[in-house]
Antibody, heavy 119, light 107 residues
């Protein structure tokens, strides 16, 4: 059974870069789309974007100018970078596996990591 | 973006009740609709995919229906472990995929 685990700093200063990594175990990272979703009390669940081992990336248009994702097949992990963060980026960040079958399903989730933007 | 609207926002029920949660899309998404359950402090877990298909391991008391813009999640006999927050999510249009605001099922 696949397991995902987020890692990274829980506190980021305003205007700096949020960097998170998700380790994948129990499955090859060479399949699926690897996704980041965040959750806040105010906006609920928000899809940030996805990356594939082929190098394909897709981002939420609302964040596209600040976000970058990548997949490292040698380490079986994928990552998120979000630049120029503000308090509005404070959220729980989940790394998620997206299976594409009849529909795209977010079928495996990490436990989530709380990231707070504050000086 | 496709907007997803759930109703009600919260719902009170007792063990053994039948409950239904509605999700409406801002435009036709055919059957590209998934349902998730989230318990406090945990990540969401998929229950239903493609509107009416039960995900592996999900109890049969959960069911989904609908197509186009209107969808329903039904729990035929609520159990204690079902008290949680439920979200719908459209996968018809990527970038971005979008979620409903959630429905909290309470005792």
């Amino acid at each position: 059974q696949v397991q995902l685990q987020e890692s990274g700093p829980g506190l980021v200063k305003p205007s700096e870069t949020l960097s998170l990594t998700c380790g994948v175990s129990g499955d090859s990272i060479n399949n699926y789309y690897w996704t980041w979703i965040r959750q806040t009390a105010g906006k609920g669940l928000e899809w940030i974007g996805r990356s594939h081992s082929s190098g394909t990336t897709d981002y939420n248009p609302s964040l596209r100018s600040r976000v970058a994702m990548s997949v490292d097949t040698s380490k079986n992990q994928f990552s998120l970078r979000l630049n120029f963060v503000t308090a509005a980026d404070t959220a729980i960040y989940f790394c998620v596996r997206a299976s594409v079958a009849t529909v795209t399903i977010f079928d495996s989730w990490g436990q989530g990591i709380q990231v707070t933007v504050s000086s | 973006d496709i907007q997803m609207t759930q109703s009600p926002s919260s719902l009170s029920a007792s063990v053994g009740d039948r409950v239904s949660i509605t999700c409406r899309a801002s435009r036709n998404i055919r059957n590209y609709l998934n349902w998730y359950q989230q318990k406090p402090g945990k990540a969401p877990q998929v229950l239903i995919y493609a509107a009416s298909n039960l995900h592996s391991g999900v109890p049969s008391r959960f069911s989904g229906s609908g197509s186009g813009t209107d969808f329903t999640l039904t729990i035929t006999s609520v159990q204690t472990e079902d008290f949680a927050t439920y979200y719908c999510q459209q996968s018809y249009q990527a970038h971005p995929y979008t979620f409903g605001q959630g429905t909290k099922l309470e005792i």
